[in-house]
């Protein structure tokens, strides 16, 4: 279901694992997620990732494991499957992500290709690779696991101007909310992350004029509340566009829910 999975907030992770980590709301999720347990941090950006571990580590005898690892090819997203089976997680935050601002004929073949892998094959394939580990490893403790899909408020309607990003944002919105039906009786929760506009080098990347998007929110903002609501809610909208589009997640929720029942009626026969 959408909205409810159980009653209190999800107790603390010990070994995360969050893609995207070297800026902005992986960056985030990765310093948050530190605070309480081990993380390993993904991305392609190698000086950018062991700069992070060692302010992660510093301090303590830890160290912090990084795995450099592009995502939008099938050897990075193996690179990142084993790095993070031999970590050994109990949360998956795919949170890598990219966008353009171009009419799709103004946009090359490949950005709107490699849009798509990073998007929707790299989540997709992690989280069929891995949460059979996680959860695996939340029975073996008593614990939860949990996974967190970072989708976008894109994802509800569509963005002309950003046509493949918010396709590919629809795409992981609603794998992510049937995967979390799907796996209602398991240890583990399972949240699409909606973040409306929020500070971080996603604006620049894309090309928005001044790099920014107007109105943004802070990542730790939009962090704080994902952990916080992880367990309580299946779709999570952050930001001033929570106000417009919560009210079309419930409306998911209710037929995500019922189409469900039907799907396990359907399956017995
Ligand atoms: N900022 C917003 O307003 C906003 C709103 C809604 C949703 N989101 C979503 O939030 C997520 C995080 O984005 P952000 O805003 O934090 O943007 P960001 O600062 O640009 O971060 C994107 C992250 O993805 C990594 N990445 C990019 N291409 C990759 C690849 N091929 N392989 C592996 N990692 C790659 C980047 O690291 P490297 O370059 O080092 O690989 C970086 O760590 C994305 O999924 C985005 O769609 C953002």
Excluded: W
Aim: aromatic share 2%; glycine share 10%.
């Amino acid at each position: 279901m959408i909205r409810t999975q159980r009653k209190r907030g999800h107790p603390p992770h010990h070994r995360a694992v969050v893609t995207g980590a070297s800026s902005g709301i992986g960056a985030a999720f990765a310093r948050h997620l530190a605070r309480s347990g081990d993380v390993l941090l993904v991305a392609r950006s190698r000086d950018r990732l062991t700069g992070l571990a060692e302010e992660l580590g510093a301090g303590s005898d830890r160290a912090v494991p990084i795995c450099v690892a592009d995502l939008t090819t099938e050897t990075g997203t193996e690179d990142a499957i084993r790095a993070a089976r031999d970590f050994g997680a109990d949360l998956l935050v795919n949170n890598a992500g990219m966008g353009s601002l171009a009419p799709v004929l103004d946009t090359d073949p490949e950005t709107l290709v490699a849009t798509t892998r990073l998007n929707v094959e790299a989540p997709m394939v992690l989280s069929r690779a891995l949460v059979p580990d996680l959860v695996a490893r939340a029975r073996a403790t008593g614990g939860r696991a949990g996974l967190i899909n970072v989708a976008s408020s894109a994802a509800f309607a569509p963005v002309p101007g950003m046509a493949t990003y918010a396709a590919t944002k629809a795409f992981l919105l609603s794998f992510t909310e049937a995967l979390a039906v799907e796996l209602r009786r398991e240890p583990i929760d399972v949240m699409a992350l909606c973040p409306g506009a929020t500070r971080s080098e996603f604006g620049a990347r894309a090309g928005f004029a001044g790099g920014q998007l107007p109105g943004a929110t802070d990542p730790e903002t939009v962090v704080d509340e994902a952990l916080s609501a992880l367990g309580r809610r299946t779709t999570l909208l952050t930001g001033p566009e929570r106000i417009a589009l919560d009210p079309v997640a419930l409306g998911r929720s209710g037929v995500g829910g019922a189409i469900g029942i039907v799907s396990r009626l359907l399956s017995r026969r």
